[in-house]
């Protein structure tokens, strides 16, 4: 699993932008073709949707047949939760909800072999199906897993300075959509207080030469915008809101060869 990750990582740290999209439907053929496609990593949505341990493990198996890092955001901060992933292979495992050092180190805790963390061992997957030994998987486990840290909170982004010194943090995502939510502002992801603390995170990750990832929803604009503001990562929205979107598109452009008074809509 690892040569697709440090694919990934090459690029960022030659100063290259890599971009994914979001999967949240349950077929690895999605996440191999984001990888054929030319992305360089799969966002499996483990968070929000109805995905469950088999569907995400496969969607990293698609991933990777296509040529993509398979990166998994589980729902929240816990050992139990987050094992079973760790074995499945993911090149970055992504935690919500992190709002200060503490719950960062406990993210990264779990990622981590003892005697620095508390990761079970029997690695699956991750571990070639047992083709790797113990010694030469735990060796390389933490190089082989990014723990990334998604500051959606309005507590999480007044502690920013601290989570991106936190030992074993390997990536940030910076989420404008809770943040507005956490300060009152429901979805109003361009007012000025949101940009504000958007910007001073951005300024606190590459002051302290952290990759973070924006999301540029579907504005080729706001991509440049956050180029230029250092994010080494560009996050897109997830494979359901493309398919709508052909969708929708698609019937008004039918619908004009058919008579008006054979129209159903």
């Known amino acids: 699993m690892g040569k697709f990750l440090d694919k990934m990582a090459g690029k960022i740290r030659d100063g290259k932008i890599v971009c994914g ?17 030319g992305y360089d990593f799969v966002w499996i949505e483990g968070e929000h949707g109805a995905m469950g341990r088999a569907e995400m493990q496969n969607l990293m198996i698609g991933a990777h047949a296509g040529g ?31 709002n200060s050092a503490e719950d960062a180190r406990k ?7 003892p005697p620095e963390g508390v990761r079970g061992w029997n690695p699956q997957r ?7 030994g113990q010694a030469d998987y735990v060796d390389i486990a933490d190089r082989e897993t990014w723990k990334m840290m998604i500051v959606e909170q309005e507590e999480g982004f ?14 940030i995502v910076l989420g404008p959509g809770d943040l507005s939510v956490s300060m009152g502002l429901r979805g109003r992801q361009g007012d000025e207080r949101i940009q504000e603390m958007m910007n001073h995170a951005a300024e606190v990750c590459v002051e302290y030469h952290m990759p973070y990832l924006a999301w540029p ?5 706001s991509l440049g915008e956050w180029e230029k503001k250092g994010a080494s990562l ?6 359901s809101f493309f398919i709508s979107q052909a969708i ?3 019937w008004p452009e039918y619908e004009k060869a058919i008579p008006e008074e054979k129209r159903t809509k």
Do not use: H, W
Request: proline share 7%; hydrophobic share 50%.
């Open 158 to 171: 007044r502690n920013i300075e601290e989570i991106v010194q936190v030992k074993g943090v390997d990536l």
């Open 234 to 239: 560009f996050g897109f929205p997830q494979d």
């Open 217 to 221: 929803a579907m504005q080729a604009e």
């Open 107 to 113: 993210a990264v805790a779990i990622c981590t072999y």
């Open 126 to 132: 991750a571990g070639r199906y047992g083709q790797m």
């Open 248 to 250: 929708m598109k698609l």
């Open 68 to 98: 993509a890092a398979a990166m998994v955001r589980v729902p929240y901060v816990d050992a139990a939760l987050v094992r079973p992933v760790l074995d499945m292979g993911p090149d970055i495992i992504g935690f919500p909800f992190i």
């Open 21 to 37: 999209v979001c999967v949240s439907l349950n077929d690895p053929a999605v996440s191999e073709l984001v990888g054929m496609a």
